[in-house]
């Protein structure tokens, strides 16, 4: 089982879950997912980010704040080499894809990461962090991103890791989060209200009641 942690953390998930984190940009919903990662790696486990949005050189200094370098990081970067950036040196925990249109690329780092982590760690339980899908969107039409997304949330179901996906809730019409909402075991909804920010854990071990974050 998985502890998600924070103020989830009276939830466990089956290994090879995957999470929808879901709401409106600016709400918190990037730092939510590490700490859902660094409640992993304080534990033992091995932490993945996939990130279209940001260059392994911020997502080790972000995860870092989040975990206090506890545990092995592994990074599939979509950016640097798109925007002509001078990457970081490529290892055995960081991958580099052309862009965010590589989905074939990104697909085969991942399993490369998982491999890392299993059969040369020895790394049982992994957890794996999207962000964001809504980047996808914006290179790939639905169709895709929906063929993508399921072949990537069966690699973590067969890896027995736990799978976390970021989305921008209000960067698509419903048709679209409905959709996609069909290929995840939970959604975290995060919402702003006059009490500040709040989430709810909708499908997985929850009684659907708001949390303050």
Known sequence: MYQVGG???DVEVEPGSNILVAGPAMTGKYNLALDI???GTTAGEGAIVVSTK??????QSDFAA????????GIVDCVSKQQG??????????KYVSSPVDLTGIGIELSELLRTFVQVQGVA????????????LMYSNLQTVFRFLHVFTGRVQSADAL???VIDSTAHDAQTISTLKQLFDGVIEVDESDEGT????????????????
């Open 125 to 136: 339980q992994n957890r794996i962090l999207l962000h964001s899908v809504s980047t996808l």
């Open 85 to 94: 950036m001078e990457p970081m040196p490529e290892t055995d925990l960081v």
């Open 7 to 9: 103020v989830f953390s």
């Open 54 to 59: 940001n260059d392994a050189d911020r997502i």
């Open 66 to 73: 989040h975990d206090g370098g506890a545990g092995p990081l």
């Open 198 to 213: 709040r989430v709810r854990l909708v499908g997985i071990g929850d009684d659907r009641k708001w949390r303050s974050l």
């Open 163 to 165: 799978g976390v996906f």
């Open 37 to 39: 990662l660094a409640e």
